[in-house]
C-alpha cells in the first residue's frame, strides 16, 4: 500500500533523497512521517508532518533532513545531507490516515540507508 525507494549506500557527508508514494486513497487529515531502525534498535520517529502543519523532526536529523509531502499525489519524501554513519538504518514511510472508522495506519516495506566509508 505504501511504496518506498530511494535507499543505499552513501559516503559520511552524502546526501540521498527517500520518496514514498501510496496506493490507496488517502483522506485530507492525515499525518505523513519517516521511521527508522537501526540494527538492535527500536523504530523512532525520524520526521512526520500532518496535513497542513509544520514538520517535526527528531533532534538527531534537524538541520540535515527535510521532510516535504504532495497532498495532489499522496507521496512524502525525506531528504537527507550530510548523512553520518549513525544514521544507518532501514527507512520506513508511515501514513496516519484519519477515517470515519477512526485512525488508519499504512507501512512501506522499508528502504536501507548505509552511510559508510
Known amino acids: 500500500q505504501l511504496q518506498a525507494s530511494g535507499g543505499g549506500l552513501v559516503q559520511p557527508g552524502g546526501s540521498l533523497r527517500l520518496s514514498c508514494a501510496a496506493s490507496?486513497?488517502?483522506?485530507?487529515?492525515?499525518?505523513m512521517g519517516w521511521y527508522r531502525q537501526a540494527p538492535g534498535k527500536q523504530r523512532e520517529l525520524v520526521a512526520g508532518?500532518?496535513?497542513?502543519?509544520?514538520?517535526n523532526y527528531a533532534d538527531s536529523v534537524k538541520g540535515r533532513f527535510t521532510i516535504s509531502r504532495d497532498n495532489a499525489k499522496n507521496t512524502v519524501s525525506l531528504q537527507m545531507n550530510r548523512l553520518k554513519p549513525e544514521d544507518t538504518a532501514v527507512y520506513y514511510c508511515?501514513?496516519?490516515?484519519?477515517?470515519?472508522?477512526?485512525?488508519?495506519?499504512?507501512w512501506g516495506q522499508g528502504t536501507l540507508v548505509t552511510v559508510s566509508s
Open positions: 508511515n501514513i496516519k490516515d484519519y477515517t470515519q472508522k477512526g485512525w488508519a495506519v499504512y
Open positions: 490507496v486513497s488517502i483522506s485530507s487529515i492525515n499525518i
Open positions: 508532518v500532518a496535513t497542513g502543519g509544520s514538520p
